[in-house]
Every structure is written in structure tokens, then in C-alpha cells.
């Protein structure tokens, strides 16, 4: 390993080269053709954004590094997707708004402040290492905030409230931080 893959390790993590799955509950499985987005709350224009809908939109594709709270770090993982800020534009954010709830299936959540989500790397990704990404990982759409911990990148993503006022998701509500920034090890609040 070169030196300059030393420095893409955050503080107590370990490089792996599988790719753990982890989640709370069970994996969804969630049909492609009945899939929908929906991004609500304080916006001027709520989505519904649709598998054809996404795939219409501009799509980007980034390697990037996935750093989990229980201490694994995976190096140059590929993905597709559409950047969530060109979503967010069409919807029309509200400019007060401050944070987010991300929802997944079963009531499970994540919360994002809007500065987080506006980031270019911040992705609604369709595509893992040029395939579907499969139903252990998240398919077929899960968030990508590859910045935090990997527990904000919600797998099954369903929707995204914007809020005024911070909501704290699932993790957040049982002990770990509300943000969770792996190079100031963020993981506990
Ligand atoms: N919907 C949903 N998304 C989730 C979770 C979950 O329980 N439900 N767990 C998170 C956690 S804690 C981690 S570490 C990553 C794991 O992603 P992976 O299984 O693709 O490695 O998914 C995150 N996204
Ligand atoms: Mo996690």
C-alpha cells in the first residue's frame, strides 16, 4: 500500500477489501418498477422522482471511499448516480431550511444537515462497480454521502424531508453523533 493510501485511512479505521453489509432489520427488497423517491417538506416544488425519472436525470459517476463506524474503511469504490443536489434545485429548498430526515423502509432514518446534502459527492446512486446495485447494498437506489460514516448513506432510500428544525434519525436517536465526520471521529454524540 502506498503512503498516499495511508492518509485516506480516518483516525481507529481499517481497510477491508470485502464489502461488509450491515444494517438494521432485515434487507428490503424493493421492485425497480414501483420504486419512488420522494422529497417533501420545505420545499416550493415536493418530488416524486420515479426509476425512468432518475435515470433521465443527469448522471454522474465517482470513486470514492467508504468509511464505516464499527471501523472499516474501503478504498475506491465506484458508483453512478444523479448528483442530490440537482434534485434538490428542482425542488426548490426553502431558503430557511436547515436539515433533513432521510427515510428508508421499516421507519428507519438518518438525519442531514442541508449543507451536507447539497455537496457534489452527495449522490442517489443506481449503479455499484458498473452493475445494479444489489438489495444487500441498497438497491436499487441508496444515498451516497461518502464525506460521514456510512450509516448516513441510506440503502433503500424512499425520501427526504427537509426540515427547519433538526430531527435525529435512528442511530442518532440511540447515542451516535448527528453528524458523524470520520476524520474528527465523530461517532458517538
Ligand atoms: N435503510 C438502511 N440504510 C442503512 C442502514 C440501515 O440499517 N437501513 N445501515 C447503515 C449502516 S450502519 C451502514 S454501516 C451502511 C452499510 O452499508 P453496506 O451494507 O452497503 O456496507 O448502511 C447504512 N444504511
Ligand atoms: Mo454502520
Not at 453489509?21 to 422522482?49: D, Y
Not at 452493475?131 to 460514516?149: D, F, K, N, Q
Not at 441510506?154 to 427537509?162: E, F, H, T, V
Request: with cysteine; net charge negative.
Amino acid at each position: 500500500m502506498s503512503p498516499s493510501h495511508l492518509d485516506r485511512i480516518p483516525p481507529g479505521q481499517n481497510l477491508v477489501a470485502d464489502f461488509p453489509v450491515l444494517h438494521a432489520g432485515s434487507v428490503a427488497h424493493l421492485r425497480r418498477e414501483s420504486w419512488v423517491l420522494n422529497i417533501t417538506g420545505h420545499v416550493a416544488k415536493p418530488l416524486a422522482i420515479d426509476w425512468n425519472a432518475l435515470l433521465s436525470s443527469p448522471a454522474v459517476e465517482q470513486t470514492c471511499d467508504l468509511h464505516c463506524v464499527t471501523g472499516w474503511t474501503k478504498l475506491d469504490t465506484r458508483w453512478k448516480g444523479v448528483r442530490l443536489r440537482t434534485l434538490l434545485e428542482e425542488a426548490a429548498v426553502e431558503a430557511d431550511t436547515q436539515h433533513s430526515v432521510i427515510t428508508a423502509p421499516d421507519g428507519w432514518t438518518t438525519n442531514l444537515p442541508v449543507s451536507e446534502l447539497l455537496r457534489q459527492d452527495v449522490i442517489v446512486a443506481y449503479e455499484y462497480e458498473g452493475g445494479p446495485i444489489s438489495a444487500e447494498h441498497g438497491g436499487p437506489v441508496r444515498l451516497l454521502v461518502p464525506r460521514l460514516y456510512l450509516w448516513k448513506s441510506a440503502k433503500w432510500l424512499l425520501g427526504i424531508d427537509l426540515t427547519v428544525e433538526q430531527r435525529l434519525g435512528f442511530w442518532e436517536t440511540r447515542g451516535y453523533h448527528e453528524l458523524g465526520d470520520p476524520w474528527l471521529e465523530q461517532r458517538y454524540s
